[in-house]
């Protein structure tokens, strides 16, 4: 049986249009509705962006004030550093004259005495070697000392001499005079010296100690 349309066709067509609007603007409705989930889980993560930016940046300014805090112990630090390399600088090569006074007073012959003593250090570089003042270098030498006094007889002078040499650190003696104070008194004026090397530095010269 067949189905005939008694619509007019200026009916049907704005029937038709109406359907096709309306599927237009359900189509729109969609989109927008779309467009509006996109748009709030977009604002979601700027917002939790946000949130961790805050956090980061809190927990950033902590870590400044904790290095700022820490700042002054380094500046401590470098003060120290530059006390104990200026301390390096000023002790090295030092020579206890204390006890180098001992160490006179236990070798020299009881024939004789001295008059004058006199020490001095140079400080020198790793590896150089200081030119001998007397006789001939044999390790690095860092100093010197001399001496004046009377002695009986000139074997107490050779022994003196002798003597010295046994002394650690104490290298190269040598004899600069020795002048009788009277003819057949056989009592004598002398000067010597001997050259200080490395092992007559206390440790703190050598660097070994604080």
């Given at each position: 049986m067949s189905q005939v349309n008694l619509l007019p066709p200026e009916l049907r067509q704005r029937l038709a249009i109406r359907?096709?609007?309306?599927?237009?603007?359900?189509?729109?409705?969609?989109?927008?509705?779309?467009?509006?989930?996109f748009y709030f889980l977009q604002l979601q993560r700027l917002a939790d962006a946000e949130d961790?930016?805050?956090?980061?940046?809190?927990?950033?300014?902590?870590?400044?004030?904790?290095?700022?805090?820490?700042?002054?112990?380094?500046?401590?630090?470098?003060?120290l550093a530059?006390?104990?390399?200026?301390?390096?600088?000023?002790?090295?090569?030092?020579?206890?004259?204390?006890?180098?006074?001992?160490?006179?007073s236990r070798v020299i012959p009881d024939a004789s005495y001295l008059t004058n003593l006199t020490g001095q250090v140079t400080a020198t570089?790793?590896?150089?070697?200081?030119?001998?003042?007397?006789?001939?270098p044999d390790t690095t030498l860092i100093g010197n000392m001399t001496f004046q006094?009377?002695?009986?007889?000139?074997?107490?002078?050779?022994?003196?001499?002798?003597?010295?040499?046994?002394?650690q650190g104490w290298v190269n003696a040598w004899v600069t005079s020795?002048?009788?104070?009277?003819?057949?008194?056989?009592?004598?004026?002398?000067?010597?010296?001997?050259?200080?090397?490395q092992e007559a530095a206390t440790a703190r010269g050598l660097g070994e100690a604080p």
């Open positions: 359907r096709t609007t309306s599927l237009v603007v359900a189509v729109a409705l969609g989109v927008l509705a779309l467009i509006g989930v961790e930016l805050a956090a980061q940046q809190d927990r950033n300014a902590e870590l400044q004030s904790e290095i700022d805090g820490l700042q002054q112990f380094a500046a401590l630090q470098a003060e530059a006390k104990q390399e200026l301390l390096s600088t000023i002790f090295v090569n030092e020579v206890s004259w204390s006890g180098a006074l001992l160490d006179v570089l790793e590896g150089e070697v200081a030119e001998p003042t007397g006789g001939t006094g009377v002695a009986q007889e000139v074997d107490t002078i050779a022994t003196w001499i002798t003597q010295l040499e046994l002394v020795a002048q009788e104070d009277a003819p057949f008194s056989n009592i004598y004026t002398f000067s010597n010296g001997l050259d200080l090397t």
